[in-house]
């Protein structure tokens, strides 16, 4: 028992766990304004629908869509920012720097569209997952490379010199994961991201998907971030959205009940039995 309680410490401890729980925290005011937002939109009450349908309310309808984009469609990147942020601190490293590195490393390998965009889908809870471990990456790598610096006079200010000081580790950073995500893009025709969700899609499709055994493994999962003080739910999602769920299930699940009376999904995207 007391090596199980040392090896928890131990978990608890770790700057990485520590670092995702405080961002996925720091943001909650933010993701819940967001929320709230996005459910008075869309609560299934004909009297709120009909008074939303007014001039006015076609207004706080737009409002809220407006608070909707800033944060919870940005989540990823909120994400991205506090995360890097945190572990920048817990390495002694400028903080908004580390911050700064990971949002743009992330960027640099989000799936762009046709007009040379990104796509919002990647920006928010759906790309929760590769914005950590590329967060976490870029972190590293600035970690790594913070020995680089160019020193200039101590006349100078003190945020030239800091800049000065960060040039080489930030821009290394940024160009080292945009470069890998080029090279694997040219050879596989895939980023980082896409080959992220990839994996995971592989991951959950051997664990049977959406059937019971996917599901346990899914529960498990978000029970094991909770464990750690971070949002299952949240993280899960994300690799359920782009892994798993982008098909209509219950009409999958009705077209097998009336067939063969076995249902292949026991869950959807929000873990729910269906």
Same mark, same amino acid.
């Given at each position: ?19 995702? $729980?405080?961002?996925?925290? +720091?943001?909650?005011p ?8 996005? &459910?008075? =939109?869309n609560?299934?009450? %004909? ?14 309808? *737009?409002?809220?869509? *407006? ?8 989540? *990823? ?14 390495? $002694?490293? =400028? ?24 796509? &919002? ?12 471990? +590329? ?28 800049m ?16 890998? %995500?080029?090279?694997? &893009?040219?050879?596989?025709? $895939? ?12 991951? @959950? ?10 599901t &346990? @493994?899914?529960?498990?999962g978000?029970?094991? @971030?909770?464990?750690?003080?971070i ?44």
């Amino acid at each position: 028992m007391e090596n199980v309680l040392q090896t928890a410490d131990r978990l608890f401890q770790n700057r990485y766990i520590i670092s995702i $729980k405080k961002a996925f925290t +720091i943001t909650l005011p933010v993701i819940i304004l967001g929320s709230i937002a996005s &459910l008075i =939109n869309n609560i299934p009450i %004909n009297i709120v629908q009909a008074g939303l349908s007014t001039p006015v309310g076609q207004v706080i309808r *737009a409002v809220n869509g *407006a608070i909707w984009l800033g944060s919870t469609a940005v989540m *990823a990147i909120l994400i991205a920012w506090t995360l890097g942020y945190y572990l920048g601190n817990a390495y $002694k490293l =400028n903080g908004t720097l580390s911050a700064l590195t990971s949002v743009s490393a992330y960027l640099a390998i989000c799936v762009t569209i046709s007009d040379g965009g990104i796509s &919002l889908s990647r920006l928010g809870s759906s790309g929760l997952f590769g914005a950590i471990l +590329i967060a976490i990456l870029a972190t590293e790598l600035h970690h790594a490379l913070s020995n680089l610096k160019i020193n200039i006079s101590e006349d100078t200010a003190e945020e030239v010199q800091q800049m000065f000081a960060a040039l080489l580790p930030v821009m290394l950073s940024v160009f080292c994961i945009a470069l890998t %995500n080029g090279i694997i &893009l040219m050879t596989s025709g $895939k980023g980082i991201d896409e080959w992220i969700y990839t994996a995971l899609s592989f991951l @959950f499709s051997a664990a049977q998907g959406g059937g019971l055994v996917g599901t &346990l @493994f899914l529960i498990f999962g978000i029970h094991i @971030f909770w464990f750690f003080g971070i949002h299952g739910g949240n993280v899960m999602d994300s690799i359920m959205v782009s892994a798993i769920w982008e098909e209509d299930i219950l009409s999958i699940n009705y077209t097998f009940y009336r067939t063969v009376e076995m249902i292949p999904f026991l869950s959807d995207r929000r873990i729910k039995i269906v």
